[in-house]
């Protein structure tokens, strides 16, 4: 029996109402789940899923546990739901089955998985796997983190065709038989301790996208990485291998990255000159040192999806030597930001914005770079603007999540170029 025709007739509680868990939900109830969803987002507009015959809840949890998961067969999670919400611990508790979207889309799609996961140059490196299956006319899907949910992949993609995943770490909370032909870990560093509280917990997350695989698939790490999970066949990769083409995308940290994607993409068996071709011609991903103008000499950069310290140091390596006037902060996530103020320059100046001002205010005055508090985006760029001269460079890279103010990077990041291109 399919996975599809066990959760026919299951009733299954999907919860979180973002991208993933609509798109959740949508197949669900096409397989013939009886389907009930639940977000905390009273205001969220849910016409669509009560039209096709999901049972929608909004508002608080905590009154509604039991009602919810009376009957329950199985509890589907969208990534940005931690597991500690009363509803998945009531689940947890009742031994009810709990997946992650990625599960839930893993176990219905027949397809290869090329699934690519890491502290940082996620992304980045899903999109440009994806432009080298391209390249070499081999049919190929983009989804997961990078904005396209895996459960809207079922019933519109050919069972041949490759699922290239970028898979954060919150996907990964609620994995049981997820396991990738190809599954790539970019690098691990300090990220998301507000949501797991210790490194070694967020890591051993991560490696979870290795655990299911055997000795027919491929686990690709950084040269001179400790061992993974499963019985995977292992390939390492560094910046300095030889590519066959140097990527168009600049800095150390993206050549890393497509050191790791011409890994994968010659693992899955992709010829070298597409894989040159890619590399020479993709231009990068929106919000990841992305240029959005010049202007009297000054260019304005929009790295709104560095989102931890370690995202922010790569743009500050990619864009020095140029004097540098670095937006900073956001909802912080229990990072210390002491090596970012000390990879400042002399001629660099910092902005500071959202809850972790102060805190990285701090960290940048015990090491003697000049700042300005500003509060918001728009009072930062102004004067970011008002302060730079010919031939330096206006960044944001703000080093901490979006949510105290934006909805997302990605709301930071259009905010951000759509200022830009208002200055006079």
Known sequence: MTAGAELEGRRVLVIGLARSGVAAAEVLRALGAEVVAFDVNEGLDAGRLRALGVEVHLGREEEAVDMLLAGTDLLVKSPGVPGETPLVAAANARAIPVWSELELGARLLPNPFAAITGSNGKTTTTALLGAMFHAAEVPAEVAGNIGRAVTSLIGSTDESAWIVCEVGVFQLDDVDTFRPRIAALLNLDADHIDRYGTFEWYADTKLRIFEQQTEDDIAIVPLGFGPVPGGAARIEFSGDDPLPAEPLIPGAHNRENAAAATAAARAAGLPDDAIAEALRTFPGVPHRIEPVRELGGVRYVNDSKATNVAAALRALAALHPASLHVLLGGLGKHESYEPLAEAFEASDHAYL?????????????????????????ATALSEAARAARPGDVVLLSPACASFDQFHDFEARGDEFRRLVLELA
């Open 353 to 377: 914005i959202g809850d972790a001002a102060p805190e990285i205010g701090a960290a940048l005055a015990d090491a003697g770079v000049p700042f300005t508090p500003c509060g918001d985006l």
